[in-house]
């Protein structure tokens, strides 16, 4: 036999013993999680996760001591998940406070300030207002707006850039002006 037949041998057996470790441990490996975790889908998520990264590392399985290493990992995931799931329950009373900060007057300030750019679209000249049209309003790329227009890319890049100067400059002159 040749050395790439007994590796491609060696790999089959591998991924064998794999198939047979999480047939015979998968749901032992999922009941372990949700003695940390209540929530029967996130457990079918870090179960899965823990086998993929194993399954991914396949080269270095070894029968004797896969159990011992996917209950320590089925367990790091499982803090984790509960670590992340706490700071975000404790931000919840801060993403609270911020929205009710951010008021009508704040909204409706934002929605001019929308409106007003969409004005100054509609009276650039009529290439400029094309590609700024089709880059953020039609969320369309670069290469997209070019082949659309008959324009290069960086000629796209040169109306983005000119139409954002007259943005820009709308908006730095109100706000020297002191109005808002």
Not at 103 to 116: G, V
């Amino acid at each position: 036999m040749s050395n790439e037949e007994l590796e491609r041998e060696s790999v089959d057996a591998l991924r064998s013993a794999f198939e047979r470790f999480f047939k015979e441990n998968y749901s032992r490996l999922y009941y372990y999680a949700l003695r940390y975790i209540p929530d029967t889908e996130i457990c079918k998520d870090l179960v899965s996760d823990s086998f993929h990264f194993m399954w991914e590392r396949i080269e270095t399985f070894r029968t004797d001591t896969a159990l011992t290493y996917m209950y320590t990992h089925v367990q790091h995931l499982c803090i984790d998940y509960i670590r992340r799931s706490e700071m975000k329950e404790a931000n919840v009373p801060s993403y609270l406070s911020m929205l009710k900060e951010w008021n009508a007057t704040d909204w409706q300030e934002s929605e001019e300030r929308i409106q007003t750019i969409m004005r100054l679209i509609e009276k650039m000249p009529s290439v400029t207002r094309e590609v700024m049209e089709q880059c953020y309003l039609y969320k369309k790329k670069y290469r997209e707006v070019a082949a659309l227009t008959g324009l290069s890319e960086s000629g796209v890049r040169k109306h983005i850039m000119k139409g954002l100067d007259i943005i820009r400059s709308y908006f730095s002159v109100k706000y020297k002006k002191g109005s808002n």
